[in-house]
Antibody
Framework: EVQLVQSGAEVKKPGESLKISCKGS????????IGWVRQMPGKGLEWMGI????????RYSPSFQGQVTISADKSISTAYLQWSSLKASDTAIYYC????????????WGQGTLVTVSS | QSALTQPASVSGSPGQSITISCTGT?????????VSWYQQHPGKAPKVMIY???NRPSGVSNRFSGSKSGNTASLTISGLQAEDEADYYC???????????FGGGTKLTVL
């Protein structure tokens, strides 16, 4: 059974750093793209970027380029999303998602990680 | 890239059918048969309801169906049930480097 299990909720202060994780199981982790999706409170889904764990090819949507870093450690089947300096506007639920094929569409979702940034 | 365009809300009575549209361009919806639909209940992760325009994953009710014409894809839910009340999002493969673009979402209310 394919599963994406994300790390738990985080509460941080503005300016702090953060790295959240997404562990894949039940499939060959290196053979599928992983994407990250932001959902701000009461808002829709936003595609942030993708990574191919097999060779760490990483692409960012224009709105998120330079704002976050996506990485992966294929030895432990885990993808990451990190911030170097959080802002209050980063408060959101972040989902990881597996893409089928050449990342044509999402076929599995993680359960989501709530990130709250508040002073 | 811009999000795909969906109506903000639709509504229907139990037993009725509703259709949610998802409009893109020839660089996404119109150019590829990789349109998906996701259902999201409050506080839950999205769930895949339709993939490849019109295919249903195992376990999804056959009351859900998808189609596409030109640059517009559609999700139809027949025999509406109270449990169908949720937010629905479309996505499409796109020629951009990040491969996927979402619609803005549609809130379905079952009256």
């Amino acid at each position: 059974e394919v599963q994406l299990v994300q790390s738990g909720a985080e509460v941080k202060k503005p300016g702090e750093s953060l790295k959240i994780s997404c562990k894949g199981s039940g499939y060959r982790f290196t053979n599928f793209w992983i994407g990250w999706v932001r959902q701000m409170p009461g808002k829709g889904l936003e595609w942030m970027g993708i990574i191919y764990p097999g060779d760490s090819d990483t692409r960012y949507s224009p709105s998120f380029q330079g704002q976050v870093t996506i990485s992966a450690d294929k030895s432990i089947s885990t993808a990451y999303l990190q911030w170097s300096s959080l802002k209050a506007s980063d408060t959101a639920i972040y989902y990881c998602a597996r893409c089928g094929g050449d990342c044509y569409e999402v076929d599995y979702w993680g359960q989501g990680t709530l990130v709250t940034v508040s002073s | 890239q811009s999000a795909l365009t969906q109506p903000a809300s639709v509504s229907g009575s139990p037993g009725q059918s509703i259709t949610i549209s998802c409009t893109g361009t020839s660089s996404d919806v119109g150019g590829y048969n990789y349109v998906s639909w996701y259902q999201q209940h409050p506080g839950k992760a999205p769930k895949v309801m339709i993939y490849d325009v019109s295919n249903r994953p195992s376990g999804v009710s056959n009351r859900f169906s998808g189609s596409k014409s030109g640059n517009t894809a559609s999700l139809t839910i027949s025999g509406l049930q109270a449990e169908d009340e949720a937010d629905y999002y479309c996505s499409s493969y796109t020629s951009s480097s990040t491969h996927v673009v979402f619609g803005g979402g549609t809130k379905l209310t079952v009256l």
